[in-house]
Nanobody, 124 residues
């Protein structure tokens, strides 16, 4: 059983940067693809970024390409999401996810493990 714990959320202004972290425990971290999703009260959970177990391949939603970067440190069992040039539209609860696969999937239903989420609020 994999446990995931997100941190790093907060309130920032438009144009600012923020880095989210997700610490994993309870599994062989380097066997899992990792992903970040986000959700607002009026929308379904949506894919933001994903990274393969090795870290060599990444995938991004079109809305964050060029602004967000996902990375992982397998020695620390941690995945990161560096968010730059934040916009009010990025406001959401951000969730970390893990799945026993190589390449990340965009469909939330494909992911087995989830964290509790961390709130990111971007003011204009």
């Amino acid at each position: 059983q994999v446990q995931l714990k997100e941190s790093g959320g907060g309130l920032v202004q438009a144009g600012d940067s923020l880095r989210l972290s997700c610490a994993a425990s309870g599994g062989q971290f380097n066997n899992y693809a990792m992903g970040w999703f986000r959700q607002t009260p009026d929308k379904a959970r949506a894919f933001v970024a994903g990274i393969s177990w090795s870290g060599r391949r990444t995938k991004y939603a079109d809305s964050v390409k060029g602004r967000f970067t996902i990375s992982r440190d397998n020695a620390k069992n941690t995945v990161y999401l560096q968010m730059n040039s934040l916009k009010p539209g990025d406001t959401a609860v951000y969730y970390c996810a893990a799945d026993y696969r190589d390449y990340p999937a965009a469909d939330p239903a494909s992911w087995s493990y989830w964290g509790q989420g961390t709130q990111v609020t971007v003011s204009s």
